[in-house]
């Protein structure tokens, strides 16, 4: 098996694979009348989908690294999913979806199903970066285990993020804006974090001098270019600063948007 025929097959089936799921998705949360499903099916779909990306195909045997990349994203999708689907299933909808559909009125799901179309190319490029990585040559080594490192790290921070943002939530006098722990640090740290996952793939397998690794760069600079300039950053402090006014405002003059300053928020 050739380079170029996975290099087109992988990203082709992935994105048909994930376009059906979506269009499901958009049905559910029609339903459901919870736009925040659309997310628990993304991360699920992703994660089936770049967990075949890692393990075709088996010509030969599973390979150790084509196991350890499978587990990676595996555990990704599983943490995550888990995660949202808790979260939309217990509390109110997604700030985001609640601002489209204040935003675009009687079309919002017309719209919405247009929307989340350009989500199933994002999960084949993650798809054809998670197959690059898992078929690097050679044998396990440090490089596998930092990206293990990197990955552990990654969900710990996430899981943190989120529980400080949890307790922040149930405060009956809580003030206008989260900025303790890693909130005080960076705005969005669970977007960091869910960034830092991906950035495991390049730390396992990217050499500069093979250019099928150069594929492994992928995942983690489209994760960024979605977190901090698609459906993430802007999305959310659009709805922040209309919800808390100056409290945001000057929240966002004292906290890093993304990256996590190794100084604390000024008191």
């Known amino acids: 098996m050739t380079a170029l025929p996975a290099a087109l097959i992988v990203p082709s089936a992935a994105w048909a694979a994930m376009t ?25 779909g992703t994660g089936i989908t770049c967990f075949a990306a890692a393990l075709w195909p088996l010509e030969g045997g599973l390979t150790a690294r084509q196991a350890l990349v499978a587990f990676l994203v595996g555990l990704w999708s599983f943490r995550l999913g888990v995660y ?20 675009w009125g009687q079309t ?7 929307f989340i179309l350009w989500q199933p190319p994002v999960s084949a490029l993650l798809a054809l970066s998670v197959h690059a990585a898992s078929h690097a040559a050679g044998s396990l080594g440090l490089r596998d285990l930092a990206g293990l490192l990197v990955l552990a790290i990654a969900i710990a921070g996430e899981t943190l993020a989120d529980e400080q943002m949890r307790r922040y939530r149930r405060l009956s006098d809580r003030p206008p804006v989260m900025d303790k722990g890693l909130w005080g640090r ?11 996952t991906w950035m495991a793939l390049p730390i396992i397998a990217f050499l500069p001098l093979e250019p099928a690794t150069w594929l492994t760069l992928l995942a983690p600079a489209v994760m960024y270019l979605v977190l901090r300039y698609g459906t993430g950053v802007p999305m959310l402090e659009k709805s922040m600063l209309a919800r808390k006014g100056y409290a945001f405002q000057r929240y966002q003059q004292q906290v890093n948007v993304f990256f996590p300053s190794l100084r604390t928020r000024p008191t």
Not at 23 to 43: E, K, M, P, S
């Open 84 to 103: 949202i689907a808790w979260r939309v299933a217990s509390s109110a909808e997604d700030v985001r979806y609640v601002e489209l559909k204040r935003a």
């Open 20 to 44: 059906v799921v979506m269009v499901f998705a958009w049905l559910f949360q029609r339903r459901a009348g919870n736009g925040g499903w659309i997310d628990v099916f993304w991360t699920f």
């Open 108 to 114: 919002f799901q017309t719209r919405l199903l247009r």
């Open 186 to 196: 960076s705005r969005h740290p669970n977007y960091f974090f869910e960034w830092l």
